[in-house]
Structure formats: C-alpha cells, structure tokens
C-alpha cells in the first residue's frame, strides 16, 4: 500500500481539512409572533458538501434558508458565512456576500413575464454591469446547455413543464458562479422520472462546481441520492444529523416515524 493509499480520504472532506464552514449556523431561534418557529439549530456545511434538510411542512425549512440569505433575521444566534457574522451587516455588504449564493425558492422559481433567457440573464444584469453583451448572451447560452434547457430560450415559464421551470432556476441560482447553492424543495410535485433528472443535475452541478449546498426536501430518496448529510428538524430542533444509514439506525421515535411515512 503507498503513502496515498493509507491516506486516502473522501474527495469531499479533503476539501474541508483546514478549512472553516462555509456555513456555520449557530443556536438559530425565530418566532413569528407567540409562534416559536426555530429553537436553537444549529449546523455547519462545507465545501463540496451537500446537507439536506428535511422535516414536516411548517417546521420551518424555508424560513431556515430565508435566513441564511438574510431576507429575515434572526431573534437570537449567528450565521456566519466564510466565518463572516451576516447579522450587522451593511446592506451593500450582504448583497456582496448574496451573490455568491445561489438559491432556487420553493415556489415561483422564475420571472413569470421574462422569457428563459432573460430570466438566466437577470443576476448578471444586475451585478455583471461591466460585462459585455455577448458574453452575457453566451453565459445564458452555456448555462441553460448546463441544465439541458439550451433549447427554450425564447420561451416564457408557462409555457414549459414544473421540471424544465426548476432547471432553467437552477440554471439562474449559477449564473453567478456562487459558492453556495441553497434549493428550496427543487422536486416539489415533479413527476418520478423528472425529480430523478433533477437529483442527477444537483449532483452533477455540485460535482463540477464544488459549493456548499444545502437541500430542502420532502423527498427521503432525493435526499439519500444528492446528500452527504441529512439533517432532520422537528419543533424548531435538529433532531438527528447524520448519514442517511445513520438515520436508519436511530431509535428516536420521530425518526423512525418520519422514515416509515416516507
Ligand atoms: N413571514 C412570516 N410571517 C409569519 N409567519 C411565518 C412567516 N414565514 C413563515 N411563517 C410560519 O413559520 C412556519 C414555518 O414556515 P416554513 O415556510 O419555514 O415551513 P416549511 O418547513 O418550509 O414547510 P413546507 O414543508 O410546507 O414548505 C409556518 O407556520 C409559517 O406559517
Ligand atoms: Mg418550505
């Protein structure tokens, strides 16, 4: 056996030696009201990694990421990205540390009155102003053949499938090489055929380009597929982050109902 063999150590967490999260949660609490949504989670993803987060509708998942791209702000904790505290920040120093994320809402993932291409073009109209017009037209052009959608450009949303519509988002969450990919249910009410195209692309975009992403999902078996980690969130808590074996094995009550209903 060589040296790199005894060393040998997943692509993902080499990536990671040395290196601080790319996003560091910490004790996160948010209420609406009387209403305590988030109580205390706390996680970490790295480089090349991906966590999926699941959990029963209305734990609070998408208030989650909402929060780590500051659209809200938390009522206690940090969330720290490139170990830079997001919560203080001036607003042009958020929108600065907002374009390295990528993120694909859960609902209405485009523009409904732009057409593909202008929908892909509109993060780098707006930050990429010094960029000349043909090579934005070519980016466009190269991220939708990334997704498999070079051929809609001039379509507008509604007239293409809920599959080809999360495609060309994700195509958008990229156009400005972000190092972070947040999805918010990117499966949500596709067929089992087009949620497994979209597992393959996440997997595929996240082999070329490396981010840190994180996952939200319904779906235990597109979570198993694109995901390092699982984290699972119930009444405002992690209840168990692990593995997708790992999760498995638990004997928590709420697991092992949440895997069985899955
Ligand atoms: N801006 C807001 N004002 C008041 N309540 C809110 C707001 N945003 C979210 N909530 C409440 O917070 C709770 C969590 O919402 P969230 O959308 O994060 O759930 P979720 O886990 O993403 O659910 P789903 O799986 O159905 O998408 C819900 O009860 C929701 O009504
Ligand atoms: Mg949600």
């Not at 780590?68 to 830079?84: A, F, N, V």
């Not at 595929?204 to 984290?231: P, Y």
């Amino acid at each position: 056996m060589d040296t790199m063999d005894q060393v040998a150590v997943k692509p993902g967490e080499a990536e990671q030696e040395g290196s601080a999260s790319v996003i560091a949660v910490e004790d996160l609490h948010k209420s609406f009201g009387s209403q305590k949504v988030l109580n205390g989670i706390s996680l970490t993803v790295n480089r090349g990694e991906t966590l999926a987060v699941l959990g029963r509708s209305g734990t609070g998942k998408s208030v989650l990421l909402r929060l780590i791209i500051g659209l809200e702000k938390p009522d206690l904790g940090s969330i720290r990205i490139h170990g830079q505290d997001i919560d203080g920040l001036a607003l042009d120093q958020l929108g600065e540390i907002r374009t390295k994320m990528g993120f694909l809402f859960q609902h209405a993932a485009l523009y409904d009155s732009l057409t593909v291409e202008q929908n892909v073009a509109f993060p780098l109209q707006h930050h990429k102003k010094e960029m000349p017009a043909s090579e934005k037209c070519a980016r466009v052009r190269q991220l939708l053949e990334e997704v498999g959608m070079e051929g809609a450009l001039q379509k507008m949303p509604s007239d293409i499938s809920g599959g080809m519509q999360k495609r060309v988002g994700l195509a958008r969450a990229l156009a400005l090489e972000p190092d972070i990919l947040l999805l918010d249910e990117p499966t949500a009410g596709l067929d089992p055929i087009s949620s497994a195209e979209i597992n393959d692309l996440v997997l595929k975009l996240q082999a070329e380009h490396h981010m840190a992403s994180i996952v939200v999902t319904h779906d235990l078996h597109s979570a198993k597929t694109i995901a390092d980690r699982l984290a699972l969130l119930n009444e405002g808590n992690v209840v168990i982050e692990g593995s997708f074996e790992e999760l498995q094995k638990s004997d928590d009550g709420f697991v092992r109902e949440f895997l069985r209903y899955s």
